[in-house]
């Protein structure tokens, strides 16, 4: 019985996959609470620190509806730079959108849209519906791309006083 049982019975384990082979949807939040369950919080935040950023999560905050790409990266700018105000040194990390994901599949499965593809984002393009552009993952992609580029433009190294930016 013990040889029996260290083989697994599926090519995927049940935690990360159903019975017919599709990726296994989690709750991130979940994880999250098991992670800071046992840690204390801090009274004060020694110095030097860094600040780590979820850029997808200040690109859903974002109102892009009517707005040019180059304004938005600099809106986006500005938010950083601000959850960031007390840091020297600040990361942006943005989602990576693999094929194939857990997300993708379930849209699959509704039936849902993704919207149009934007190849060619330029700081002049205007976005008519930013909601509807988000939902395609090759969009979202594109416009982290975009914003790493951009943000390396002479014209924002005036808003990085003393300040360091790692995007990722």
Request: hydrophobic share 35%.
């Amino acid at each position: 019985m013990k040889d029996v049982l260290c083989h697994p019975l599926e090519p995927l384990p049940w935690s990360l996959a159903t019975a017919d082979g599709s990726l296994g949807k989690s709750n991130k939040s979940t994880l999250a609470k098991e992670l800071q369950k046992n840690v204390p919080a801090a009274d004060s935040i020694p110095q030097p620190s860094a600040c780590i950023v979820d850029g997808m999560a200040l690109v859903q905050r974002v109102k892009g509806n009517h707005k040019k790409f180059g304004d938005i990266a600099e809106s986006l700018l500005d938010m950083v730079l601000h959850e960031g105000a007390t840091f020297n040194r600040i990361g942006v990390v943005f989602d990576v959108y693999r094929e194939p994901s857990i997300k993708n599949i379930e849209r699959e499965l509704r039936g849902s849209d993704y919207g149009n593809e934007s190849r060619n984002i330029q700081p002049d393009h205007k976005v008519q519906q930013w909601r509807k552009f988000l939902l395609n993952p090759k969009n979202k992609k594109a416009f982290t791309e975009y914003v790493t580029r951009e943000w390396k433009q002479d014209k924002y190294k005036g808003k990085l006083v003393n300040k360091v930016l790692f995007v990722a």
